[in-house]
Antibody, heavy 119, light 108 residues
Framework: EVQLVESGGGLVQPGGSLRLSCAAS????????MNWVRQAPGKGLEWVSY????????YYADSVKGRFTISRDNAKNSLYLQMNGLRAEDTAVYYC????????????WGQGTLVTVSS | DIQMTQSPSSLSASVGDRVTITCRAS??????LGWYQQKPGKAPKRLIY???SLQSGVPSRFSGSGSGTEFTLTISSLQPEDFATYYC??????????FGPGTKVDIK
């Protein structure tokens, strides 16, 4: 069974940093591209970042470029999102999502982890 | 950048009703579109991919159609468990993605 479990969320002050993790199981993690998607409270979904299976290709949404860094460790079946320079508008539930190569869209999602940026 | 719109933003319907949600892209995206259902406090769940292909395990009352700039998600007979928010997602600009703003379906 495919499972994605996020962790690392919490309360952080504006300008602070946080590192999110996504532990994957039930599939060959190293064969799949992965993404982070976020959802501000009461708002819609926003794609944040993409990383290819080999980490060779990485993309970011303009709203986080230069502040967030996506990475992965295929040996540990884990995906990461390093978030620096956090702002109030980064407050959201952050989901990791598997990128199904045959359909180029997200077939499995984690349950999400809440990041709150507030003083 | 490709922008996505959805209509309506919300709707009220009764069990058994036929429901149609529309998603429009700011430029042609072929059939590079999926539909997702999200219930409160839960992660989104994929219903449709490639505009019209039903995700395995999803009831056949859900269907998708369209290509280019206009797409529809249809629920042929609304069930109590279908009350949720629905999002379209384009991947024509892969690996950059854009979600629609969502359509909330609630009980009349």
């Amino acid at each position: 069974e495919v499972q994605l479990v996020e962790s690392g969320g919490g309360l952080v002050q504006p300008g602070g940093s946080l590192r999110l993790s996504c532990a994957a199981s039930g599939f060959t993690f190293s064969s799949y591209s992965m993404n982070w998607v976020r959802q501000a409270p009461g708002k819609g979904l926003e794609w944040v970042s993409y990383i290819s299976s080999s980490s060779r290709t990485i993309y970011y949404a303009d709203s986080v470029k230069g502040r967030f860094t996506i990475s992965r460790d295929n040996a540990k079946n884990s995906l990461y999102l390093q978030m620096n320079g956090l702002r109030a508008e980064d407050t959201a539930v952050y989901y990791c999502a598997r990128d199904e190569s045959s359909t180029w869209s997200f077939d499995y999602w984690g349950q999400g982890t809440l990041v709150t940026v507030s003083s | 950048d490709i922008q996505m719109t959805q209509s309506p933003s919300s709707l009220s319907a009764s069990v058994g009703d036929r429901v149609t949600i529309t998603c429009r892209a700011s430029q042609g995206i072929r059939n590079d579109l999926g539909w997702y259902q999200q219930k409160p406090g839960k992660a989104p769940k994929r219903l449709i991919y490639a505009a019209s292909s039903l995700q395995s395990g999803v009831p056949s009352r859900f269907s998708g159609s369209g290509s280019g700039t206009e797409f529809t998600l249809t629920i042929s007979s609304l069930q109590p468990e279908d009350f949720a928010t629905y999002y379209c997602l384009q991947h024509n600009s892969y690996p950059r993605f854009t979600f629609g703003p969502g359509t909330k379906v609630d009980i009349k």
